[in-house]
């Protein structure tokens, strides 16, 4: 395949660098470009499509559970962040301070939210009166803030895009029903839409979100075996709530305490989509997530007939799926290699050859296979290719996940597979903090979560040798 | 009409107290809540509903001309702000500036953007180098900050969300074919699905925006005889571009400066639909933007056989229509006032005669005809009264503007007509600034614009006499 070497050698291989494999692809694919405002990055317009389509998808699917979207202040008054104890020593330290509007210095000063919790419950505290008034079950797509010292695109930036979902309840049940429910939401999403198969699990008390009784988590497996906390689901309990005075007459004409969830999904899932799915020559993106589903490249663009051909095809596709045309003065080999970077998970090659015999070669991305169609078949091939295509790409990251997924039975096994493989760890652990955070400190891995699906490898703890409460997924992490 | 007086009873007559009615409207209704956030509010879900219709219809018309969407930081380093003079001076006085960052004091204070021109020209600087790369039609949605003093919700808060579109062209005939299309494009928006009828203009030296060469504004009247600014479009020419230091390789290989437009439209224009369209029982929605097109409300609901006849026509319409039962155990007339509240255009009621029938009745929010249909024609019926009330809606507000919109020959009769009637006053101007200070000080009345299709009512100026040259429309704003 002719392909221009100047486009394809910029990225630098997997193997030998994959941070650099990283940065090259999020540069070049043309994803992001870096600002001078410290810590932010700047979604291009490729990057910012697959972020909407992302929207799209998880919007529907909330909606389809009753959620409703509302808009906050993005500013939080220093008194309203310090209502709930943990919350601000958990934030405290990473947010940014407005202290002056226009010339005039505040009387108190107001961070720019790293989430909206406390925004959340003061609002709620005053439209809750009767138990008619709940559940409360609303959302809000914004970005936060949060002061970083080292940066990544997509993994780690001060300012990033997200949603965040905050859920009113009258019992604990239900808070917890949601928390759960809204796991499983971004699960499917993950795995339907993004073909990236997942662990799903409980996070320790340590690992847990700053003001939660409990933190329900979506791990990935990137590439490199470094795991990716994917979306995350909490559960308050009436925490926050009381610090807050959130309070409501129930139906025995009583104050009652609401129970509260949140649960947030952002920017970074676009580093997990380039992770589990990126290959040397650029971005794959799944066809159920990409912005353009197939480039139309003609071949032999100047010979009379070719480009009419071609905006016919385009037309003939277009009601069915996101379809361009690349007829810019390019050769061919160059257009293959800007599709493949940017990860466009099919291109159609029409040549005046084609035109003779009245087909197109349909080149799958992931596998480079070459699917040679009666243009007469053109919409249905196409279908059955990136059905498959998305089919293969979740199975090949779920054999890769299993591959990479070791079960250590003793803290010897542990460091061997540290220090030889890579991925998951699997085994048991004591359940105190003390010896997770000895763990971390001893060899860099975290506790990534204690998978709902509990399996038993021993009797004692990995690391300490007391007796075993969890099975816990181990690993490095973003 | 049986109808809970309670309700009803909250909300101010507009005749009584405009500016209570407003307030009235916005929070009875439950588009917003007010936030301890100084100069913010809160978007409820009934309000952050219209908008995501706005954003919806919009974005779909904007990416038919070609718009990619991004994302740039919400923060703008203090040194980039100020390479533009003008823009600068215009947003320097009302910016909220952040100065920490954790627990560190920042070298360089930043200000939350109040618009992006100045990270947009810092961004596409780095990406256009050739002819090739241009245009550039970018739009972002994000939200803006400008410390206001004195806040009224949707009409001016000192956190918003909007639209801001940014483009960069290789001639300045583009850039300027561009800021024209866009104005249109809210005009279009505005007339079709709003059924808000405009004023297009250009704006006078003195209104135009802090570093633009030219501002396009469409402008509404509403219900008091005040004119709402409802999006503006604005060509910056080459300024900015040189400010910040945009050049490119033209075709002939030379180093070539690029042309730039913006244009603007955000959550103020839902203050414009209540103020337009509403009345004194609250809001009435336009069908084309409404989140809820239709509410079916069971008549005898506990009766035997209601309730199911009324999700069977729910069924029945939810495929073409936004519809929604209310089956909660208030009464009907609290429900009707509830959706005549909230502005709903229209309501089904079916009770247990309407179901021996085979009908039902369809009720206008605007007019409060009652239309009765056979139950196997209602989806037509309804069809064809939302389309009725949507073009009935535009030729009550078209009147309007056109009945309160005087021409004055000399300046008693500015005066005359500026102390009696309401509205806008078309009169010829003399195109001088001091000219235009001088009216405002003397009158509290506005050039709102120069419309693009010129009038002559005289030879001089409605004010000082000298020759005129523009015909302007004046009017008090908000």
Redesign the interface.
């Known amino acids: 395949m002719a392909k221009d070497k100047k486009l394809v050698e910029q990225i630098t291989s997997m193997e030998e660098d994959f941070a650099q494999w990283y940065t090259d692809v999020v540069v070049k694919a043309e994803l992001i470009?870096y600002?001078?405002?410290?810590g932010?990055?700047?979604?291009?317009?490729r990057g910012?499509?697959i972020?909407?389509n992302v929207q799209k998808e998880l919007d529907r699917r909330f909606k389809e559970t009753g959620v409703?979207?509302?808009?906050?202040?993005?500013?939080?008054?220093e008194s309203?962040l310090q209502k709930e104890k943990d919350h601000v020593e958990g934030f405290?330290?990473?947010?940014?301070?407005?202290?002056?509007?226009?010339?005039?210095e505040l009387t108190e000063r107001?961070c720019?939210r790293p989430t909206s919790e406390t925004?959340f419950c003061?609002?709620v505290k005053?439209?809750v009166h009767s138990y008619r008034d709940l559940p409360l079950i609303?959302n809000q797509w914004?970005?936060v803030?949060r002061?970083e010292k080292s940066t990544r695109p997509f993994l780690r930036t001060?300012?990033f895009?997200w949603q965040e979902g905050h859920t009113f309840h009258a019992t604990a049940e239900e808070a917890e029903a949601r928390t759960e429910q809204m796991l499983n939401v971004y699960a499917d999403f993950c795995e339907d839409v993004l073909a990236i198969p997942l662990v799903k699990g409980k996070k320790t008390e340590k690992e847990k979100f700053a003001g939660a009784e409990a933190t329900y988590t979506i791990e990935a497996l990137m590439h490199d075996g470094k795991a990716l906390q994917s979306g995350t689901s909490h559960n308050f309990g009436s925490g926050f709530a009381e610090a807050y005075g959130i309070e409501y007459t129930n139906k025995e004409n009583k104050l009652s305490t609401v129970y509260e969830t949140s649960w947030g999904l952002s920017t970074r899932i676009i580093g997990a989509i380039i992770m589990v799915h990126g290959d040397d020559s650029g971005l794959v993106l799944p066809p159920r997530i990409a912005p353009v589903q197939t480039m139309i490249i003609p071949i032999q663009q100047k010979k009379a007939g070719v480009l009419d051909k071609v905006f016919e095809v385009r037309d003939q596709l277009k009601g069915s799926f996101a379809v361009k045309v690349d007829d810019?003065d390019k050769s061919p080999g160059w257009k293959f290699a800007e599709q493949e970077i940017q990860g466009i998970p099919t291109r159609i090659e029409i040549g005046p050859k084609d035109i003779v015999n009245n087909q197109a070669v349909i080149v799958r991305r992931d596998t480079r296979e070459k699917i040679v169609t009666p243009l007469d078949k053109i919409e249905e091939t196409l279908k059955t290719v990136l059905e498959t295509m998305q089919q293969d790409m979740y199975d090949r990251a779920k054999d890769f996940l299993e591959k990479n997924t070791h079960i250590a039975h003793d803290w010897d096994e542990f460091n061997e597979l540290l220090n030889t493989r890579q991925g998951f760890i699997r085994a048991m652990w004591c359940g105190e903090r003390e010896c997770e955070e000895a763990i971390k400190e001893e060899t860099g891995a975290t506790t990534r979560c204690m998978p709902f699906e509990q399996k038993k490898h021993g009797d004692t703890c990995v690391h300490c040798g007391k007796l075993a409460k969890y099975e816990v997924y181990f690993g490095k992490a973003y």
Chains 1, 2 share one sequence.
């Open positions: 470009s600002s001078n405002t410290r932010c990055m700047i979604l291009r317009p910012y499509a972020w909407e409703e979207n509302v808009y906050l202040p993005m500013l939080i008054p309203l405290a330290p990473e947010v940014a301070w407005v202290t002056h509007g226009g010339e005039e107001m720019i925004l003061d609002h005053d439209v609303y914004c970005s803030l002061w001060s300012e895009l810019s």
